[in-house]
Each structure stands twice: as C-alpha cells, then as structure tokens.
C-alpha cells in the first residue's frame, strides 16, 4: 500500500470522456489498495476562456477578482471527477482550496502555499476515501480565493503530497515523460528513466515546458519523488529523483534550448569601477530579468565591451532603458539581436566527468557554429547561438554526447 | 439615500455588454446616494451547460458535487461584475455565498437559507462600497457549497433585503413588470402597477414564472418591498407590496394558467367513511402532489365519483398507485385525461367584492366552455377546462373583469 498524489492537466481532463479515463487509473490505484489524492486542472480551454472574459471586462483588473473568476474552471473538474468516480463505485469527494484549507501568502494572481490543513484528509484517505482537490488555487489571508499562477496544479499536487507524507507525486500529461531533448526537433530524443531534482529544474527553466518550475523546487525541498508520466498511455513515465538515487550517471542528462532570449551589446563602455552597477542597477530597476552576461575587454585599454540577455519581450524596453544611460556610459554603439537561443547541456554528471564543456564547444565548432556568449553553473553549460542553427546544434550534441536512441 | 437590493436574472448578465449595462444601472443608484447590494445569477444558458455536464458524468449524482460545479455559474457572474463597477469607478467587490457567510440547510441541490452575516456587509455598504453576491448559493453546517434550486437568486436578493433591512428589493429580468395575463396569449394584457404580496404568491404559484415563490413569501414574511422591473428598458415596474399600501383595489389583479395539470377521475367508489384517506393516503406517500378535489355522489346512494388534479409528469404513476388500491375502492372505472388547464382569477379585492366567482362562471358559461372542477381559496377562483378553450377563456375573463388595457 502506498499513499500516491496523481495530478491531471488541462488535456487529461479535456472532457468527459478523458474524465472517464482519468477515473479509471485513479480506480486501478484504489483497487491495488492505494490511497488516492487526485490534483485536476481546469479542462482545457476553460482557464484561457476566463481569462478572456475578466481581461475583456477590464484590462485594469482586480487581482482578487480574476482569482474568483479563473479558479472556478478547477472547481468544475473537482466536482466532475468526483462524480465520475462514486459512479464507477470509488469513493470520493471533492475539495476546494478554500475547504482543506490551502492557506497562501495574499500575492492575489501568483499566490505562494503556506500551509495544507491536512488532519480531516488524513482522516479521509485512511478510510480509503479518493479526495479530489481542485488544483492552482488556495485562500488568501483575506479570507478570498488565490491562485498560484499558470501551471500552478503542479505546485498544488507537489505541496500535498509533501503535506500528507505521500511516497510518490505522479504528474499526468500529454507527453509521456521527459526526453533528452525536444522529440520535435531531435527524431533520435529518448525518454529519461530517471532524472534528478537538480536537472529537473534547469530543464523546466530552460524551455522544457514539462513541469512549473516552482513545482520541482518544492518536491526538491520536501523530497517528493516525483513520476512525469502520459495520461493517455499506459507506459512508465520519467521518475525525478534523488542524485543518490540514480546508480549510473550518463556524462549528461539532456540538451534543452530557449528561444525567449535576446542578446543586447554595449560597445566601448568606459571601462571603470562601477560600470556593471551602472548599466544592470537601471535594468533590475525596470523588472527586468538579466541572464548571461559577458564583458570584454575592447580594443583600446580604458573601454569595455558588454553583452547580456533579457527575455525577448523585455529587448525594446532594455534598448530604452540603456539609451537613458548614454550619457552615463558614454558608449559608441547599442546593438540588439533577437535572432539568438540559447543551448544548454545539463547533467549531474558533470560533476565527475571532465571535458563536458569542452566537447560541447568542439562539437558546435565541427559545424561551424559561432559562439556569442557563455555561461556555466555546477551541472549545466548554456551558449547563445544564432537561431538558425538551433536543429543543427541540437542534433549534433545529441549525437555527440551518445543520447541517440539505440 | 435608500439601501437597495438590486438582483439581476441570467438574460441581464447574459455578456460582458450586458453586464455593462447592469453596471451602468448600480452606478447611476451609488451616484444618487443608495447603498447597494447587487445579486447576480449565471450567465444565461451557463446553469444549464453544468447541469448537463454533471447528469452526463452520472444520472444518479452527488448532489454536493452537483453544488460545487453548479454555484460556478454565478461565481464567475460576480467577479466580472466586480470587474466591470471598478472599471466605471465605482468601489465594488463580489462576495460568494461561503464568504459572507450565507449559512443554509444541508439540503443540497433546493437548500433553505437560515442565516446570513451581515456585520462585514453593513460595514462595507456604510463606507459606499457596493456587494455583488454570487445568487443561488451558500454554505451548508459539512462546509459545503450548497444551492437553492433553479430561480434561488430570487430568493438570495429578497433574503440580503431582509437581513440588511434593506428599504427596497429590485428584481431585474427580461419583462418589464407584472401583467394582469400573459401578453402572449392575451394582447390586450396591462402591467400592474402594483401587487400585494399573497396575490403575488398565487400568481407566481400558478404559472406566472416571474418569481420564484420562495422568494415572494420570504419577501411577505420580512415586509420586504419588491419592484419587478426590466434591465432592459429604464420604466418603472411593479411594485409588489402589503395590502394596505395599495389605495385602489380593482376586484382581481389578474388571471393566471397552468397547463402542467392532468385530472383523473375514479367513477362509482364505495361511499364509506375513509375512503378519501384511502385514496389520497397512498398518492401522498408516492410523493405525488395532489391539488384540486372534487367529491360527487352518485347515481346509486352507496358510491361517489372522485375527481383530483396531479402535476402533468405524475399521470401515469398516479394512475398506477390508484389500480393498485382496485381491491380496496372497488370501483367501476378510472380515467385520466391531460388535455386540461388550470385558470385562476385573483385579487385580494375579492374579499370585499361579491360576485366574482359568479361572474367567472357566467362569463366561461356564455363562450360555451364546460367547467369540469372548481376550487377556491380567499383571494382566487379557479377552474379546471378543456385545454382547448384556454386562450378563448382567458381572453373573455380579462374583458369581463375589466382588465383590458386602455
């Protein structure tokens, strides 16, 4: 017996019919003597269908108000499933966030869990009721509805299962697992048996839309094993785990890309103390998010080149930002290119294994693909390319660091 | 300045324009000083879409499931019409049935309201703030959404008036008022510029679905003044008040249908003492809801013909339940015939007026229309006839009556 968290997507719980077969794998649990806690999203659509409605009613919303409006689309799914289940003679019962209670901070639109009311669930499943639990939403100090932000039910299934000590947190969606790299792109991508917490989270955060971010740092925090797995097949899906957990480490786990990034270089800024502070200050100042940074040093002495990247939809705002500062900077040049992606290897592997980086670079180097910036961290190397070579890139470390699907 | 309940029906909320629309009419009340609480129901056609989608997940439903998929209606109503006041300026915020609390009977799916706190409510109506209320909701003592079966929002408006000792209680829909009959049926049919309560509750209880009947006796209990009036068009409505408030009594108000009426007829049952118990007694306890009687002795001393009404849907189970008492009754013959209306003249000016039921009689008698059973109550006649005559009886009796409009 084993006390499991099963969360399902918008497109696993689309309508009735992909209801039904939500239920049946709950049902299959029950039947082999597990206590079931089912995490359901709004069906497809529905969420983007409200948030059209309040975005029309008003572009100036009231936070608490879309909070009211959108976490309705999870409350209808609860109680379907709930239904869907007493039919087919499993025992369960919907909650709310506002009826565990999921209490939250009052950041009314990204709200964070705080705290899970767990003793009347304990209760519950003890008794070998299936509580369905609306996903993506809670209550605020307020006494109102919060909601935790897109994708949000990840974070809802991760935090229970922390909550009531489950032994396994399976995330269902339409894709059956994390692969080494993006199967679209990379015919030769394989599904991962097993990745750890720390991969997890570079690959969420570098484009692999699998899992909320905030999901993995939470089953991290607490341990959770987690299971990224297909509603709509029946296979095993990728365990997310422990680094001790894993008995043999490939050199890298995956390759993950990220096409939001646009590049911006300061030429020729006055090389002096302080500069960074002067140009990245204004930045974080306008919210705006900074990632890979370089600094070089130009052709005369006294001068530096800089180059950074900001999300794409940040480029003109950045642009403006350091034009307010030419005076400050007096540099000669500003250029902007949006024609960029980033590449990232990633694996705890890496640890052990040296000349992960070095391959990468002689790799891309073979094909003729310049490198514009890089920037490592204990368990991934990221470089910005031009965008055109992305599939090139893609495939020819795939190849190249031996994930090619036998 | 007057504190007003103002509740808008599914048609008046039916989008966002329509929405604007009520808006524009709470505006223009905050503006001339009035503290406002708006009532909102669904989205009109949104009720029923859930309704269909629960009866589709299983015919034989949790009825608390069924309430927290249900009440989402007007959850989603009330935030946007939060939304859509703030837009204009105006201070709004919307409030569900959990979070006021409305506190109500656990009878899920048709729950009673028992209480409702108001010391949040008048604090906030006091410092200019509008409430919009989810309508048709509360909560029940398991902390469960509950809700107050179809057309509860009526009953939510008048019960806040009474609680909040409001001065009036609007109840916006798609018709502009009370008629003397139904304008489809009879053209010449005139808005009533006023109703008294008990003519109300017959009217409502007769067919004329524009109040839900809970919500008119709640409002008599409490002395609540209603308006029935149009969201749709700026008139003034109807004002549904206390006998004493309306100076002028025409001798009736109005003349109400009902084609939802099957009468079966049991021809020569032992006349002895108990017989109606035997009769009746089975026909309650099957849940069947019996409303005209009628007891004629005859052609033998020993026997007596019995005719009753049944709701239309409960003809044939009728029907059953009495062949099954064949032994008992010993009678010759049973007959059940739908193809009958039930139409009623009312007004509480019958009290004072003699006449009427004979005038009622003579009038139907001239255009040759047979009456099959007759009952009567303080304030109303009505009668039992072909449902062939029912557009030919209604419009004889609204000129008899003098109701025809100018």
């Not at 070998?128 to 809802?156: H, K």
């Not at 994390?178 to 570098?206: C, F, G």
């Not at 902007?336 to 391959?359: E, L």
């Amino acid at each position: 017996m084993a006390r499991v968290v099963k969360k399902f997507g918008g497109t696993s719980v689309a309508d009735l019919e992909r209801i039904r077969s939500v239920a049946t794998i709950v049902k299959a649990a029950v039947d082999a003597g597990d206590q079931v806690v089912v995490v359901v999203s709004a069906m497809s659509g529905v969420t983007n269908q409200l948030v059209g409605l309040v975005g029309d009613a008003s572009p100036l919303y009231d936070a608490r108000e879309y909070d009211s409006v959108v976490a309705t689309g999870e409350q209808v799914t609860a109680g379907l499933t709930a239904i869907t289940l007493q039919q087919m003679g499993v025992d369960a019962r919907s909650w709310l966030g506002w009826q565990v209670p999921v209490r939250t901070t009052d950041a009314h639109g990204s709200a964070r869990i705080e705290e899970i009311e767990t003793e009347l669930l304990d209760e519950r499943l003890n008794s070998g009721q299936v509580a369905v639990i609306a996903g993506f939403q809670g209550i605020g100090p307020d006494n109102r509805i919060t909601t935790l932000g897109r994708g949000g039910s990840d974070t809802t299934a991760v935090a229970f299962a922390a909550a009531l000590q489950a032994d396994r947190c399976d995330i269902y969606t339409d894709v059956d697992g994390v692969y080494t790299t993006d199967p679209r792109i990379v015919s030769q991508a394989s599904k991962l048996d097993y990745i750890t917490y720390e991969e997890m989270l570079e690959m969420a955060s570098l484009g692999a839309k699998v899992l909320q971010t905030r999901s993995v740092e939470l089953a991290m925090r607490y341990r959770v094993p987690l299971q990224v797995l297909s509603s709509f097949s029946d296979r095993p899906g990728t365990m997310v785990v422990d680094e001790e957990d894993i008995v043999e480490q490939a050199e890298i786990s995956g390759i993950a890309y990220s096409s939001d990034e646009a590049k911006i270089t300061i030429e020729q800024v006055a090389d002096r103390p302080g500069v960074s502070a002067a140009i990245f200050g204004p930045l974080a100042d306008a919210n705006i998010n900074v990632d890979m940074i370089v600094q070089n040093v130009g052709a005369e002495g006294d001068s530096t080149d800089v180059t950074f990247t900001v999300p794409r939809a940040d480029m003109e705002r950045s642009v403006k930002v350091i034009e307010g500062l030419s005076d400050d900077l007096g540099y000669t040049s500003l250029r902007a290119d949006d024609n960029v992606v980033k590449v990232s290897v990633i694996g705890v592997g890496m640890r052990s294994h040296a000349g992960i980086a070095a391959k990468m670079f002689s790799t891309l180097a073979e094909k003729g693909i310049n490198i514009q910036v890089i920037s490592t961290s204990e368990i991934k190397v990221s470089v910005l390319i031009p965008d055109e070579y992305t599939e090139l890139a893609l495939r020819a470390l795939h190849t190249a660091y031996q994930l090619d699907a036998a």
